[in-house]
């Protein structure tokens, strides 16, 4: 061993990892996430069912997801999975909090089990869906907001791979919603117009 082996310098090398398509596990990963009903209960529409299921001490995870190990820089491209548990919140699906990109820049999605719906929407008003199951791949072109809906009573898993320096956008959602939103009914799903009215859609800053 030498004495010294200074800062690792971080030169990234050809790589591959496995991924299991059922249960969405990626390995080896460098990080993982999970989303409560806590960290997003601003983004359902049913406030009453949200403060009803947490003064009850229920706060079930929404979703989790495995980052592989790639630098979050310009010309690298890192990449996810997502996997969304079955659930609603009052009749609303368990979804993904959703996010603009910072900088605009596309990103491509490939659904690996289950059955979702992706909602995406521009900052002008445009609004697009997309259905999100096993082999389909979806496009989110630069400046489309993206959030995913498990709509199935399986878990839905999903892979992301999204420019190094795109960045993340919350807060604007947080702040303006998205304009469809996707419900139980019948066995299936419907999309509905956003209810609340100061939660509706507008055009960004
Ligand atoms: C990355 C991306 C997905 C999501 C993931 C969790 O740009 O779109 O990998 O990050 O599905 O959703 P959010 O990030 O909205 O919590
Ligand atoms: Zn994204």
Not at 9 to 21: G, K, S, Y
Not at 142 to 154: C, L
Not at 173 to 185: D, N, Q, T
């Amino acid at each position: 061993m030498p004495a010294f082996e200074g800062t690792p310098v971080r030169a990234p090398r050809p790589f591959r990892v496995m991924l299991d398509f059922d249960t969405g596990s990626l390995t080896p990963y460098t990080d993982s996430f999970e989303r409560r009903l806590s960290d997003m209960a601003v983004a359902y529409e049913d406030q009453d069912a949200v403060a009803g299921l947490l003064s009850a001490g229920q706060d079930p995870v929404i979703y989790t997801g495995y980052d592989a190990d790639v630098p979050h820089a310009a010309d690298h491209l890192p990449f996810r999975t997502t996997i969304i548990n079955p659930g609603v919140i009052g009749s609303e699906f368990f979804m993904t909090k959703g996010h603009h990109h910072r900088r605009d820049t596309a990103e491509i999605y490939v659904g690996m089990s289950g059955s979702g719906l992706m909602i995406m929407q521009t900052r002008d008003g445009h609004a697009r869906s997309a259905e999100l199951v096993p082999s389909a791949a979806v496009y989110v072109p630069p400046g489309w907001a993206h959030r995913t809906v498990n709509v199935a009573d399986t878990p839905l898993v999903f892979l992301a791979a999204y420019p190094g320096d795109a960045g993340h956008d919350y807060e604007s959602v947080e702040r303006l919603g998205f304009s469809r939103r996707v419900h139980r009914r019948d066995g299936g799903y419907e999309l509905r117009p956003a209810a609340a009215p100061d939660r509706e859609f507008r055009a960004g800053p």
